[in-house]
């Protein structure tokens, strides 16, 4: 089935497809179409699935029936949940991202619903009107029970399960002659958890009265005038300190209305204070007059250096498309980047900004998702899922930070990529895409030359207000040893710390790895200390003085207590090496006990708020030092910090992947650019063991071009992306030598079956071969960029046995 195939949006015929939402039975199933439901591709639908009902969406009308399939077998559909779910283009995206990413529908869809939508919804049975006036007639004893059960319940209706627990056999053919005579019907009730909120709401109706009123009703009466004269009644009851009855009293009087309404859940968003349009750089003014005077699709790389106006331009030109009447969909990579952007975005268009990512509860996610079905002009800002949202009258894309590999989806199919999806989209939609991006991925570069009059490439060179790019130092950490310094700070970045406080500013401390320490070894026998379910070591991470030693896995999060000899030869000689942000920060305060500091990883950011509340309390000033992994390379604007020091740089280069040196530019790029934003001038510390590598050398000079003059003719040679195209078939089980021979036996039917345009590399085991306790082997293939070809993904899991699963992974941005 092909996306035109499932663009016949108006259903005459009797027979539609339905796209059948069951763990362990998604597919694609016929049903009969009722002509009084109006269905359309799109809809929501619940529907007969062996004893359940099951919700589902309309994909496609039959002109007529398959040959295995005969009208008898085929039952109708029970009713319509929504209407119209899908816009002609959103259905088209959706269909084009299983298609390319070579995945089930289905999958592509619980990316763009909200969680819970398709699932198991009660069924409910009621009288119809004409079986509420009077008593049918003719009715078979059969029938009589069920009758009797429904027209003595006070709603008129009652569950499926609670009339099956009643009358046991006697309710399905009950059932069947009451809704063959109208006197009863079926439908299904969303499920509870996903109902919209009711809540009720107190309006001021006549602040002054003749009345004698208490000072508590007087309280509420002025609350309410100073809030606009509307509130939720538990906000009102929090803010006068008062019970319900003193409002319920002053409703009496005629004083107040109380009414229920439905209360959207939305993230809570503090307040912000309002903010103009700033006077823009040269620079900034040709790239804005550039972007607006594009006209339906188009694809724009915004190159601008750390610091040089970006989200000025994103705001300013998302301006004219709200006036009129359009929406923009703005993507970031990491949640942690989302309330700084939120913050500046309302500040300037006030609450029509809305925020959409997995850390979102479902009803925050269900009602934000509800909200933008309403078609009003508004803004998302979310992470890589968010591409999918159904907002309408989309009139921009943007993609901040558009280099980085968070936008790629790896752990679950589809194995899509948000920025390839969101091209996808502008084009259906017929609007622009910003890619904005510091230091922008190779494959987005190399479409500049190649451009078309649908690419557009737009530079910012400098920073904003001439601020000029801060100096970065590379320490050679070898020096550092032989004149006897042990600490994890070289001698410039302990004397660049010591001056913090004395000038009231602030640093970032970079490491790549969260934890105290990466690994824990044996002195004795050189034994490391490795999880028992997978191939890497356990890394130490510290809780408090005191506290038992815990070692956890950062794969398959299993954990143990530190064992107090070596398990290996009994020696009590442990010792733990490597650096994570745990230790740093305990070197900070062994070091520079004067020094403040926030830790800032995924450890400390699980709880739903903590990126804004670690934030808000540096920007504010409650700490001096704030240390932390990749999380905090990205699209942070913090003007008080003017120092930069990366820890440990090498643990960046030289791994066994062929982006590792494109990774290491872009981290250390976006990093060193956090300092220096504000009024004085930053400077960056980078301490390595290898101060002459390439990369590093480029990153001193801030130069992406001289980063991308070494590393595309390397790329080009082996004809890796962004001249060649990759696809990787990852293979997984409990028995290593099934994993394998299902590996070589695969491998074999693609040298038989592919041309010799497409190099077949391995199969070879992952670089962790173990995780989990699952034995890990892969293939790579690799073809011409330009070439147009279909992985046989049906035929591959076919050779595959029970005990072997495979997942394919489509333009993969790491070989693992």
């Not at 046991?168 to 499920?191: I, M, N, V």
């Not at 040089?308 to 970031?332: F, M, N």
């Not at 991925?441 to 737009?458: D, G, K, M």
């Not at 004809?719 to 590996?743: D, H, I, K, M, W």
């Amino acid at each position: 089935m092909t996306a035109s195939d499932c663009f016949n949006y108006l259903l005459p015929s009797a027979w539609i497809l339905v796209l059948v939402d069951c763990p362990g039975s998604q597919g694609i199933y016929t049903y009969v179409s009722p002509p009084e439901l109006g269905l359309e591709v799109g809809d929501i639908v619940s529907v007969p699935f062996g004893a359940q009902i099951r919700g589902g969406i309309v994909v496609q009308s039959l002109t007529e029936l398959p040959a295995d399939l005969s009208p008898e077998q085929i039952r109708p559909v029970e009713e319509r949940v929504v209407s119209g779910f899908f816009s002609p283009q959103f259905w088209q995206l959706l269909q084009w991202v299983a298609d390319y990413y070579c995945t089930e529908l289905m999958a592509v869809i619980r990316l763009a619903l909200p969680p819970g939508l398709l699932e198991r919804s009660q069924r409910r049975i009621r009288l119809t009107p004409q079986g509420q006036a009077q008593a049918p007639t003719g009715c078979s004893p059969k029938a009589q029970p069920l009758l009797r059960l429904l027209q003595q319940a006070k709603t008129g209706d009652y569950s499926y399960r609670y009339l099956q627990q009643q009358l046991k056999s006697l309710l399905r053919p009950g059932l069947q002659e009451l809704l063959r005579g109208g006197w009863a019907e079926s439908y299904l009730e969303p499920p509870q958890a996903l109902r919209p909120k009711q809540q009720k709401i107190v309006t001021l109706v006549q602040a002054n009265s003749s009345e004698t009123l208490t000072a508590k009703q007087r309280d509420v009466l002025e609350i309410l005038r100073r809030q606009g004269g509307e509130l939720w009644l538990s906000e009102l009851v929090q803010q006068s300190r008062c019970s319900d009855a003193v409002v319920t009293a002053l409703a009496t009087k005629g004083l107040v209305t109380i009414t229920v309404r439905e209360r959207l859940r939305l993230l809570h968003q503090p307040t912000i204070d309002r903010d103009q349009p700033r006077c823009l750089t040269a620079d900034q003014q040709a790239a804005l007059a550039h972007i607006q005077a594009l006209r339906g699709y188009h694809t724009v790389l915004l190159h601008g250096v750390t610091g040089s106006g970006k989200t000025e331009v994103y705001l300013q030109a998302i301006a004219p498309i709200l006036q009129a009447h359009q929406s923009a969909l703005v993507l970031v990579p990491e949640i942690g980047l989302t309330p700084q952007l939120t913050d500046q975005f309302r500040a300037r268009f006030g609450d029509c900004v809305a925020v959409y990512h997995s850390a979102l509860s479902e009803g925050e996610r269900y009602d934000t998702w509800r909200q933008m079905l309403l078609g009003q002009a508004q803004i998302v800002i979310g992470t890589r899922s968010a591409v999918f949202v159904p907002l309408l009258n989309l009139g921009l894309i943007i993609l901040d930070e558009e280099h980085d590999s968070s936008f790629k989806q790896t752990q679950m199919a589809p194995t899509y990529h948000a920025r390839r999806v969101a091209q996808y989209r502008a084009q259906l939609e017929q609007c622009p895409l910003i890619l904005g991006s510091a230091t922008p991925a190779l494959e987005t570069w190399a479409q500049r030359q190649s451009a078309t009059s649908h690419y557009h490439y737009l530079s910012l060179p400098n920073r904003i207000q001439a601020r000029p790019l801060p100096p970065v130092t590379l320490v050679d950490m070898r020096e550092e040893l032989k004149t006897g310094n042990r600490s994890i700070f070289s001698r410039p970045l302990q004397a660049a710390l010591t001056q913090l406080p004395l000038e009231h500013q602030q640093a970032i401390l970079f490491i790549n790895r969260r934890g105290h320490s990466t690994f824990v070894s044996c002195r004795s026998c050189g034994a490391v200390l490795e999880c028992p379910h997978c191939d890497v070591s356990l890394s130490y991470h510290y809780t408090h003085d005191g506290a038992a030693q815990r070692l956890r896995c950062h794969y398959c999060n299993y954990s143990q207590d530190q064992p107090q000899v070596c398990p290996q030869c009994q020696s009590s000689y442990l010792k733990f090496f490597g650096s994570g942000t745990q230790k740093v920060t305990q070197a900070l305060t062994a070091e520079f006990p004067h020094l403040r500091w926030l830790r800032f990883d995924s450890d400390t950011t699980r709880r739903k708020g903590e990126h804004r509340r670690l934030l808000t309390a540096f920007r504010e000033g409650q700490a001096d030092v704030l240390v932390g992994t990749q999380m905090l390379t990205k699209g942070l604007d913090l003007a008080q910090v003017t120092l930069v020091g990366v820890i440990a740089a090498d643990s960046l280069l030289n791994l066994a992947d062929y982006r590792s040196a494109e990774r290491a530019f872009q981290t250390l790029t976006q990093v060193a650019g956090r300092a220096g934003r504000g009024d004085n001038p930053g400077a960056v510390i980078l301490q390595t063991y290898m101060p002459e590598h390439p990369v590093l050398k480029a990153v001193q000079t801030h130069d992406y071009q001289q980063f991308v003059a070494q590393e595309l003719p390397q790329r080009q040679a082996l004809n890796y992306p962004p001249y060649g195209r990759l696809l990787l078939l990852r293979f997984s089980g409990t028995n290593e030598s099934q994993v394998c021979a299902t590996a070589q036996g695969i491998a074999d039917v693609c040298r038989q079956s592919l041309g010799p345009s497409i190099d077949i590399l391995g199969p070879a085991p992952a670089s962790i071969l173990r995780v989990a306790d699952r034995f890990r082997w892969q293939i790579l293939l690799k073809m011409p960029s330009h070439q147009a070809w279909k992985p046989d993904l049906a035929r591959w899991q076919s050779l595959c046995p029970s005990g072997v699963s495979l997942h394919l992974d489509i333009d993969p941005l790491s070989i693992d």
